[in-house]
């Protein structure tokens, strides 16, 4: 037989992971989830709550499953129930109206309405401006579409976008603007004022919006104001959340999609080929809890309200420089005041020092110079483990 030199036997001995992918091993809310189970510590590193949500949205999921609603898949852009609630959740609280039928797609969590956004909108050599630090998967599904990201950096103290700079970011393959409002890991919200610029520029510039607004409901001065709400921007922008944040089941990924129907028709396409369809029971239970009376968001809001100042006065007592956040239950902080710089060191050595997980910011940087020194703490704790981890603390005090 011939030689294998150039046939595709040398091919396999490339990397195995796709080059896109290369560096993005374990994601860091793992690797810190995964240390704070081998040395017990208390883990303010990923953000999922120590509580369950209501109990009836709980019970409303057993229901489903017993009277064997959902238990086979569900039809592709989501059960009828939940598109319904999802198109009267964006009427009810912003005056957005979706037909449920053709503007809604319910899918496997934010990620995946992310993922498919994503590979559905952009083609390779597209550019992307997403706010810089990001949540980890969209640079995994930007990179996995082809496309190229391009950081927009908010800052310390503020973290207020400086709108100047996103104009200079634009050029002729800018595509697409993904925001993420309020802001994972900063806590950054929005003004209406920065929104109007924003939605200005995507005008201007013809570009798609994609707005990850999964801590809509965690705004604590203020109110949440989509994108999507103003002008010119319905018919360009995709929002996104999911019950996980809302509703305290991060387990269930049950996400959702609202845009016009074009775009919704577009990310449906993506979408069908990476889960097709996923939590069939959840879905009824999540339609349940996005009718929830007002008092469920507002006792929501208020609780974790409470528990921000409570960890927020921890971190100062303990001697971080902390970035009081304007929403999610997230905190930045910075580690300069212990001398130290490393944050990612920082964090793998917390658990040993105190008892306690956090997440590092550098990760979330393209430049890993930027949030060097910003370690990020989660506050959708019990306030008892809250006051137990802000007491560890102190021993950095040394
Ligand atoms: N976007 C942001 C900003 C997040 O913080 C998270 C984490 N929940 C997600 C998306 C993913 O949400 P889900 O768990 O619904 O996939
Ligand atoms: N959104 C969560 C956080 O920021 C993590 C979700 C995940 O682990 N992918 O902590």
């Given at each position: 037989?011939?030689?294998?030199?150039?046939?595709?036997?040398?091919?396999?001995?490339?990397?195995?992971?796709?080059?896109?992918?290369?560096?993005?091993?374990?994601?860091?809310?793992?690797?810190?989830?995964?240390?704070?189970?081998?040395?017990?510590?208390?883990?303010?590193?990923?953000?999922?709550?120590?509580?369950?949500?209501p109990?009836a949205v709980?019970?409303?999921?057993?229901?489903?499953?017993?009277?064997?609603?959902?238990?086979?898949?569900?039809?592709?852009?989501g059960?009828p129930e939940l598109r319904a609630a999802v198109a009267e959740h964006q009427l009810r609280f912003y005056g957005l109206d979706f037909d449920p039928?053709?503007e809604v797609?319910v899918?496997?969590?934010?990620?995946?309405?992310?993922?498919?956004?994503?590979?559905?909108?952009?083609?390779?050599?597209?550019?992307?401006?997403?706010?810089?630090?990001?949540?980890?998967?969209?640079?995994?599904?930007?990179?996995?579409?082809?496309?190229?990201?391009?950081?927009?950096?908010?800052?310390?103290?503020?973290?207020?976008?400086?709108?100047?700079?996103?104009?200079?970011?634009?050029?002729?393959?800018?595509?697409?603007?993904?925001?993420?409002?309020?802001?994972?890991?900063?806590?950054?919200?929005?003004?209406?004022?920065?929104?109007?610029?924003?939605?200005?520029?995507?005008?201007?510039?013809?570009?798609?919006?994609?707005?990850?607004e999964v801590y809509e409901h965690l705004v604590?001065?203020g109110a949440h104001r989509p994108i999507a709400a103003?002008?010119?921007?319905r018919?360009?922008?995709?929002s996104i959340s999911s019950a996980?944040k809302t509703f305290?089941?991060?387990?269930?990924?049950v996400?959702w999609v609202t845009a016009?129907?074009?775009?919704?028709?577009?990310?449906?396409?993506?979408?069908?080929?990476?889960?097709?369809?996923?939590?069939?029971?959840?879905?009824?239970?999540v339609a349940e809890a996005l009718r929830l009376p007002d008092a469920y968001y507002e006792d929501f809001r208020?609780?974790?309200?409470?528990?921000?100042?409570?960890?927020?006065?921890?971190?100062?007592?303990?001697?971080?420089?902390?970035?009081?956040?304007?929403?999610?239950?997230?905190?930045?902080?910075?580690?300069?005041?212990?001398?130290?710089?490393?944050?990612?060191?920082?964090?793998?050595?917390?658990?040993?020092?105190?008892?306690?997980?956090?997440?590092?910011?550098?990760?979330?940087?393209?430049?890993?110079?930027?949030?060097?020194?910003?370690?990020?703490?989660?506050?959708?704790?019990?306030?008892?483990?809250?006051?137990?981890?802000?007491?560890?603390?102190?021993?950095?005090?040394?």
């Amino acid at each position: 037989m011939t030689t294998q030199a150039s046939t595709p036997a040398a091919d396999r001995r490339r990397p195995l992971l796709n080059r896109s992918l290369e560096g993005m091993g374990t994601t860091i809310f793992a690797e810190m989830s995964a240390l704070a189970t081998t040395t017990g510590a208390i883990n303010l590193g990923q953000g999922f709550p120590d509580t369950d949500g209501p109990e009836a949205v709980r019970e409303a999921a057993v229901r489903a499953l017993r009277e064997g609603r959902g238990n086979q898949y569900p039809p592709g852009p989501g059960v009828p129930e939940l598109r319904a609630a999802v198109a009267e959740h964006q009427l009810r609280f912003y005056g957005l109206d979706f037909d449920p039928d053709t503007e809604v797609l319910v899918t496997a969590g934010a990620t995946e309405a992310i993922a498919a956004s994503m590979l559905a909108l952009l083609e390779p050599g597209d550019e992307v401006i997403a706010f810089e630090p990001f949540y980890d998967s969209y640079a995994a599904c930007i990179a996995m579409a082809g496309a190229k990201r391009v950081p927009f950096t908010l800052r310390a103290p503020s973290f207020r976008p400086d709108l100047d700079e996103l104009r200079a970011l634009i050029t002729p393959s800018t595509r697409l603007l993904l925001l993420n409002s309020p802001h994972n890991p900063t806590g950054m919200v929005l003004d209406d004022e920065e929104l109007r610029a924003i939605a200005a520029l995507a005008v201007e510039h013809d570009l798609l919006v994609v707005t990850d607004e999964v801590y809509e409901h965690l705004v604590f001065e203020g109110a949440h104001r989509p994108i999507a709400a103003l002008p010119g921007m319905r018919e360009r922008t995709v929002s996104i959340s999911s019950a996980g944040k809302t509703f305290s089941f991060t387990g269930w990924k049950v996400g959702w999609v609202t845009a016009a129907a074009p775009l919704v028709a577009a990310v449906r396409t993506a979408k069908q080929y990476l889960t097709y369809v996923s939590a069939g029971p959840f879905q009824y239970a999540v339609a349940e809890a996005l009718r929830l009376p007002d008092a469920y968001y507002e006792d929501f809001r208020a609780s974790l309200r409470r528990r921000r100042d409570l960890l927020d006065a921890g971190l100062r007592a303990a001697g971080f420089e902390v970035y009081e956040p304007q929403g999610t239950y997230f905190i930045t902080t910075d580690i300069a005041p212990f001398g130290a710089k490393d944050a990612y060191a920082f964090c793998r050595s917390l658990p040993e020092r105190c008892g306690v997980v956090a997440v590092p910011n550098s990760v979330f940087y393209d430049d890993p110079e930027a949030g060097r020194s910003q370690v990020r703490f989660t506050f959708c704790k019990k306030e008892e483990v809250l006051r137990e981890a802000a007491a560890r603390l102190q021993r950095l005090r040394g």
